[in-house]
């Protein structure tokens, strides 16, 4: 794997993540930070949301005090999942302190503060919003449409051994599947009331090389529902694999049967999973790899899986190399 730029070079045996995940009682509300370190060095960092909370008397931004202990000058990537009060209390005071001019924002679309917003603000909230659109150039403002079943790569990086040459890949991915909701207040041209707020609430999931961590904001159980893809029961109706991509994605379904699985590495590199065909049912879904694994998803068992290069050639031979991939 070629990969020049965003890549921090280090020795992988100082490596380590740290992720913190504060407030939560007595209504304080909740923060995430996810540090990356080498060694004791602060090398990335990643925060949703904020909170404060009461401590010893004294009212306290708890992901601040994080970052001051780890003496973190800057956050390479801030998330606002929603606009709720206990979620957004203190958020403004990080982006003002640790915001540079490379850093990078994820907010959801229907709180951009157009006139097509679905949300009554509360003052804190607006503050919030002020501040990003203040701060953030418009480049670095990802504003996230609540799409139902995407799934976005909003951040990521990469890490290499200097002992090996080993390259680890970190993602972040912004799942929003919440359309069924927004089209209803759409047509209605009413507003979400603010007890609904956690039904556009931004979902996360981190790869870490392969490993994943999900972090939900105030989502809904149904979040994880939605985007589920059961191909296997959509290849028993008679759907080819490039419709079920199609209708998974909002893109359009290409063959790329024939191709081997190094092949097909150019189309996951841009953040486009690949169905797989084993059989003629029996599909998977390939979203990653590395030199040395593929990682993919069996709508058999629902699990994530690996195999090395040898292993995915083997898998997709008895298919005659069925690959369908997709362009938006």
Known sequence: MDIIENTYKFDFNDFSIH?????????????ILVLFMDGDKVIRSISMDCCKA??????????????DHYNVKKIDCFVWTHPHDDHSNGLDELIEKY????????IPKQIYGTENDIVNMKPMSKNVLKKFNSRFKKKNLKSIDCQCQEK?????????DIISGNIKSIKLYCLTPMDFLLDDKRRSSRKLSDSLLNDISLSLILDVDGYC???GGDA??????????????????GKSPAEI??????????DLTGCTPEEIRYTISHETPVIAMLSVDHAVLVIGY?????AYLDPADGERHSATPDEMNGLVSGSGNVFIGYVK
Do not use: M, Q, W
């Not at 809904?220 to 109706?237: G, H, Q, Y």
């Open 245 to 254: 991509l199609t209708e998974a994605t909002g893109g359009e379904g290409f």
């Open 19 to 31: 992720i913190y995940i504060v407030g939560g009682k007595n209504g304080d509300g909740e923060g």
């Open 54 to 67: 009461n401590v010893r008397g004294v009212e306290c931004n708890l992901l601040n005090s994080l970052l």
């Open 290 to 294: 590395t030199d040395a694994k593929y």
């Open 213 to 215: 961590y999900f972090f």
């Open 220 to 237: 809904p159980d149904k979040t994880l529902k939605e985007v589920d893809i059961n191909a296997s029961t959509e290849l028993e109706n």
């Open 152 to 160: 976005r790569c909003v951040y990521s990086f990469y890490l290499e």
């Open 99 to 106: 915001h540079r001019k490379n850093s990078i924002a994820v």
